[in-house]
T-cell receptor, first 118, second 111 residues
């Protein structure tokens, strides 16, 4: 398993501003993921962040809006840029700690960052 | 296309009653299947996972799930629900690159 922390836990921001969310994990992991959970909805993958390479974005998400950094194997940041009320969501990071020779996936999630844009 | 369907948006059960949450998936290869639980204001906690082998898998908190390939299903069960089980439950399917989540089932437990 993995213990994951996120900062901030919540924030209220004005439209047009940017917020950077931090994700810290207690062990070295190769694969980290950023998800968005809009109010009352399921989780949607924003991007995959592997250390040493550029983040891979899912359809509908672009780097200019959601720049991601992955400076080492225990840390990542997601920035929500030029925010609008539609960006109000919970943002969660996760890590894959798949183990064994089969390298089966096993994702653990952080507690989330609840963002409200006014 | 890869997808997960959780047909039940909201389920209400009495404490002590049995529970079954449904999950159907569409996936091109042999899937990895997961159930997560999200309590209010919390992140997601992994309940159990299926990769291969025994189709009945045991998880934490007394939950189990059964993989049925012929029905493309991975239903979650618990023989006796506790009030603390009230939460949102998500089924997910995927591989080593990403997970696809269902829309979730909200479980309400009455005393």
């Amino acid at each position: 398993s993995a213990v994951i922390s996120q900062k901030p836990s919540r924030d209220i921001c004005q439209r047009g501003t940017s917020l950077t969310i931090q994700c810290q994990v207690d062990s070295q992991v190769t694969m980290m993921f950023w998800y968005r959970q809009q109010p009352g909805q399921s989780l949607t993958l924003i991007a995959t962040a592997n250390q040493g390479s550029e983040a891979t974005y899912e359809s509908g998400f672009v780097i200019d809006k959601f720049p991601i950094s992955r400076p080492n194997l225990t840390f990542s940041t997601l920035t929500v840029s030029n925010m609008s009320p539609e960006d109000s969501s919970i943002y969660l990071c996760s890590v894959d700690v798949g183990s064994g020779r089969a390298a089966t996936p096993e994702q653990y999630f952080g507690p989330g960052t609840r963002l409200t844009v006014t | 296309a890869q997808s997960v369907t959780q047909p039940d948006i909201h389920i209400t059960v009495s404490e002590g009653a049995s529970l079954e949450l449904r999950c159907n998936y569409s996936y091109g290869a042999t899937p990895y299947l997961f159930w997560y639980v999200q309590s209010p204001g919390q992140g997601l906690q992994l309940l159990l996972k299926y990769f291969s082998g025994d189709t009945l898998v045991q998880g934490i908190k007394g939950f189990e799930a059964e993989f049925k390939r012929s029905q493309s299903s991975f239903n979650l069960r618990k023989p006796s629900v506790h009030w603390s089980d009230a939460a949102e439950y998500f089924c997910a399917v995927g591989g080593t690159d990403k997970l696809i989540f269902g829309t979730g089932t909200r479980l309400q437990v009455f005393p």
